[in-house]
């Protein structure tokens, strides 16, 4: 059964960088042709996507956060990570990490708090 969890800090401050990762257990994140996501849902608002990085490396962002979003992978443990840099309130959400394999899987999600 394959799982998913986010991990990473639960405050940042304005103008730092968040980074979160995200562990997968049950599976690799190298079986081919499937994409490792990055969703956060802001308070009060819908889902968006973030960006996504696929099974060979290959990362895909939201044209609207590429200016400071990055994704990576550590395929040795099974995780890929997301940098969020120059943070600010806006980006206060709850973070999801989730992969679409015959279903989506989704992780539990990890709340950021953007403030000083």
């Known amino acids: 059964q394959l799982h998913l969890q986010e991990s990473g800090p639960g405050l940042v401050k304005p103008s730092q960088t968040l980074s979160l990762t995200c562990t997968v257990s049950?599976?690799?994140?190298?079986?081919?042709?499937?994409?490792w996501n990055w969703i956060r849902q802001a308070p009060g608002k819908g889902l968006e996507w973030i960006g996504a990085?696929?099974?060979?490396?290959?990362?895909y962002i939201n044209p609207s956060l590429k200016s400071h979003t990055s994704i990576s992978r550590d395929t040795s443990k099974d995780q890929f990570s997301l940098q969020l840099s120059s943070v600010t309130p806006e980006d206060t959400a709850v973070y999801y990490c989730?992969?679409?394999?015959?279903?989506?899987?989704w992780g539990q999600g990890t709340q950021v708090t953007v403030s000083s």
């Open positions: 990085i696929g099974s060979d490396g290959i990362t």
């Open positions: 049950g599976g690799s994140i190298e079986t081919s042709y499937y994409y």
């Open positions: 989730n992969v679409l394999l015959g279903r989506p899987y």
